[in-house]
């Protein structure tokens, strides 16, 4: 039996009810729901493969928490991110808008924000369902991970902070969770600045030699300036290539409680267990409710930091462990909405930001996910392993449980879903490109709201599906694809992901097609000759992008390189800069 609890509405949201009502107006979602205005939690994962979770076909990681979610709830097996890395993903994912609308995107190799010191992050003019639902009265947070941005200006603006984004509390890492961290093998930025600085200091001493050895055989003439000046700034390359991993732990690996570094440098034998505390803490203290609480989890992304509780558990090594202590987590939080009496007023939901990543290989060892029959992975705009995600939403009594849906929805989805559900007012002054998906939840509606789905890779679109539902045909076109290397392989082995543009992508012309409600492998591409409606196809599908393409404006991107590098003005420190240290977590270690 599901808790009533009235439905509490501001006055704007009354006023529109009213007149609605007076006017012979559909009844809002909020009326004629039982259980209305519920809890939302939301529990994204980071880097997770679709095929790493046992609902969705492992048979080999237990992930027995997630998979209960989708026993009692309905999963979805097309659940499309709006892009295939961290930073545009979730952008997508707050804003119910394509990243490249709100700018969160970029033209050149820059794909997710670097530092946390970058001045690019999500613009403040963008509308987070956050902040929406904090002005219907809904308690809001984020406890984990943001790689938003955080300020403008100064250290001390938080201008993209989540707090700025609708957000009433924050605890967690402003940036990601990254190998450079704890100084892992598998490195982001470290090892690529490390050789720049070592390549520079080296060609300014070869030439202090070269300018020490022309004067000492009289080939050159003139003061000693630049011998001097050669030899200091190789020095000082070399000992900021020495200096560059410190740095970066010290810049990027912290936490935070709203906008107070509490832990810097992080302390990852303990952060699990704050993380949890935290969530504990909110979800007692908003038990009156409603709340909205997004659980942005570190896991699994590398390096893999995983508590000794479940190190060497797995049949998957570090990634498997790390993978099976997030379902734990996520088991413990489920525990907490039983205890409190919470469970069947509050709507669940889980996913990934992304597919896993292929790229994240070390000698033999796989770090990365595993995504099932699906091609490709993360960083990849097109293709299916990058983009489809786990979907699982549950609230007992509202929703079927075990329910499966097969069609096209995307992460975009969960904005204008849980705006409506808290009795918010979807913006009508922007695109917004994700879609209510109650109807399809409850089993009113029988199809997706989405036709058309665009893929890009930075600003660039790769991809389009189609779903034709007069055929049940789910069609994609691929315009761009990464080149894998070596031949044959599967992903961009040798580097971090593959790129979006340039030599390393091919362009076709005629595009690939797929139909993937017969191929979801893309492992076949359709011809002219094997499929009478090629034509029609790319026709439609080609409308259908000129549509959207004339819907966008110019924006600034705040993932280009000149707001996306590194400014001292801007680093977050809880002591002096450069002394950036501080352990305000309890036990001192």
């Known amino acids: 039996m599901l808790h009533r609890e009235p439905c509490r509405l501001s006055f704007r949201s009354w006023l529109a009810v009213t007149v609605g009502v007076l ?4 009844p809002s979602a909020c009326s004629d729901l039982p259980g209305s205005r519920p809890n939302i939690l939301l529990l994204m994962a980071d880097d997770l493969g679709i095929g790493d979770v046992g609902c969705y076909g492992n048979n080999t990681i237990r992930t027995p928490n997630i998979d209960r979610l989708a026993k009692d709830g309905v999963m979805l097996t097309q659940h499309i991110a709006a892009a295939s890395v961290c930073t545009p993903s979730r952008a997508a994912f707050l804003t119910g808008r394509y990243p490249v609308r709100s700018g969160m995107v970029s033209s050149n190799g820059y794909r997710v ?6 001045s690019g992050g999500l613009p403040t003019n963008e509308t987070t369902f ?17 790689h938003l941005g955080l300020n403008c200006r100064s250290s001390k603006d938080h201008c993209h902070h989540p707090l700025n984004h609708g957000f009433d509390h924050f605890y967690g890492m402003p940036f990601s969770m990254m190998g450079d961290c704890v100084h892992w093998e598998l490195s982001e930025k470290r090892v690529g600045l490390e050789n ?3 390549f520079c200091s080296q060609i300014m001493a070869i030439a202090a030699l070269t300018f020490t050895t022309g004067k000492l055989i009289h080939l050159m003439t003139g003061s000693w300036a630049l011998v ?7 020095i000082l390359l070399s000992v900021s290539s020495y200096f560059t991993g410190a740095l970066i732990v010290h810049a990027d690996c912290f936490l935070m409680r709203n906008h107070t570094i509490t832990e810097q440098p992080m302390h990852f034998h303990r952060t699990t267990s704050l993380i949890l505390k935290e ?3 909110f979800v007692k203290r908003n038990k009156q409710g409603p709340f909205l609480l997004f659980v942005s989890f570190l896991q699994v992304h590398t390096p893999l930091i995983t508590t000794e509780k479940f190190a060497g558990r797995s049949l998957h090594g570090p990634y498997g462990d790390n993978t099976e202590e997030m379902d734990w987590m996520v088991g413990q939080i489920l525990d907490t909405l039983d205890v409190e009496g919470l469970t069947n007023n509050t709507l669940v939901y889980f996913t990934s930001d992304h597919g896993g990543s292929l790229e994240a290989q070390l000698g033999n060892n796989q770090y990365g996910g595993w995504n099932g029959i699906y091609k490709g992975g993360k960083g990849m705009g097109g293709w299916e392993g990058g983009i489809r995600v786990p979907g699982i939403f549950r609230w007992p009594g509202v929703l079927p449980a075990g329910r499966v849906i097969h069609e096209p929805t995307s992460l975009m989805d969960v904005f204008p879903t849980v705006v409506q559900l808290g009795d918010g007012q979807v913006p009508q002054d922007r695109v917004i490109d994700g879609r209510d998906l109650l109807p399809l939840l409850r089993g009113t509606a029988q199809h997706s709201d989405h036709e058309f789905l665009l893929h890009y890779c930075g600003k660039f679109l790769h991809a389009a599906r189609w779903h034709q539902r007069d055929r049940g045909a789910v069609w994609k076109v691929h315009y761009v694809t990464p080149m894998f290397h070596p031949d044959g392989a599967g992903a961009c082995y040798g580097k971090a992901v593959c790129p979006c543009s340039g030599h390393g992508v091919s362009r076709h012309d005629p595009p690939l097609l797929f139909d993937l409600s017969r191929d ?12 009478p409606s090629f034509y029609q196809v790319m026709e439609r599908v080609g409308q259908a992008v000129e549509e959207h393409r004339r819907t966008l404006g110019p924006v600034p991107l705040q993932l ?17 800069f450069p002394l950036c240290w501080c352990d305000q977590e309890g036990d001192g270690r």
Request: hydrophobic content about 40%.
């Open 23 to 26: 006017l012979g107006w559909k």
């Open 113 to 118: 924000l670097q530092w946390t010191a970058a």
């Open 130 to 146: 956050a902040k929406i639902l904090k002005d219907t009265g809904y308690a809001t947070g984020l406890i984990g991970k943001w």
């Open 196 to 198: 720049k600085l070592n």
């Open 228 to 234: 001097i000046w050669s030899t200091v700034a190789a």
């Open 279 to 281: 969530i504990s803490s």
């Open 520 to 531: 979801p492998s893309e492992a076949h591409a359709l011809t002219p000759d094997t499929e």
């Open 560 to 576: 280009d390189t000149l707001d996306n590098v590194w400014r001292p003005w801007l680093q977050p420190c809880c002591g002096p």
